[in-house]
């Protein structure tokens, strides 16, 4: 998890990718970027990047930067969409990776598992396994967001946790604070609408 600090006089806009859509608009595989931070113009070239800036240093709010990145976004999707790209497989894979476990996905669809294994984590950044537990991760979150007195040993047994100290893990893994604690930040936090 990355956070960076916003000064007040400062602007933000980002843009979460549908999973799959990295390659076709980042230019790389997810692999390649995958827990790390690199400049657009690293992906994009210098002359493109500069020119995004620009676009959306002209804006007067949110919302209009949000469509210019938008609109950059969709421009690349649209340049890739002739292109047949691994991430077709991976998103079939991810899908039923949420319920079933890896060798039996891989069997599913006709490869080995070492073969989806390196095809997933060509597309999607991540391994089969890590992102399966993201995946129960959000859908715990989810829930517990949709619930104002969040019942956490009940929100594990839904999401697929062993038990409640299990999730409490996974939540620390992934936030570093326990799932009380990231709740209050998260419903702390202030949203742009």
Not at 71 to 77: D, G, K, M
Not at 88 to 99: K, M, P, V, Y
Request: glycine content about 10%; overall charge positive; some cysteine.
């Amino acid at each position: 998890m990355h956070r960076k600090l916003i000064r007040g006089g400062q602007r933000t806009v980002t843009a979460r990718l549908h999973l799959g859509s990295h390659e076709a608009v980042l230019g790389v595989p997810a692999s390649a970027i995958a827990g790390g931070i690199v400049a657009l113009g690293d992906l994009w070239g210098d002359a493109a990047t500069r020119r995004l800036f620009e676009r959306l240093g002209e804006t007067r709010d949110t919302a209009d930067a949000a469509a210019i990145l938008e609109c950059a976004i969709s421009e690349r999707l649209a340049l890739a969409a002739g292109r047949r790209t691994r991430s077709q497989l991976a998103l079939g894979a991810a899908a039923r990776l949420t319920s079933s476990p890896v060798n039996d996905v891989a069997g599913d669809i006709g490869m080995s598992e070492r073969h989806l294994r390196r095809v997933f984590r060509e597309a999607i950044g991540v391994s089969p396994k890590a992102f399966a537990r993201l995946a129960r991760f959000h859908r715990a979150l989810r829930a517990a967001l949709d619930d104002e007195h969040a019942d956490w040993a009940g929100i594990a047994t839904d999401a697929g946790y062993y038990d409640q100290a299990h999730l409490i893990a996974e939540f620390r893994a992934f936030t570093g604070v326990t799932p009380q604690r990231f709740l209050g930040e998260l419903r702390a936090a202030p949203l742009i609408s």
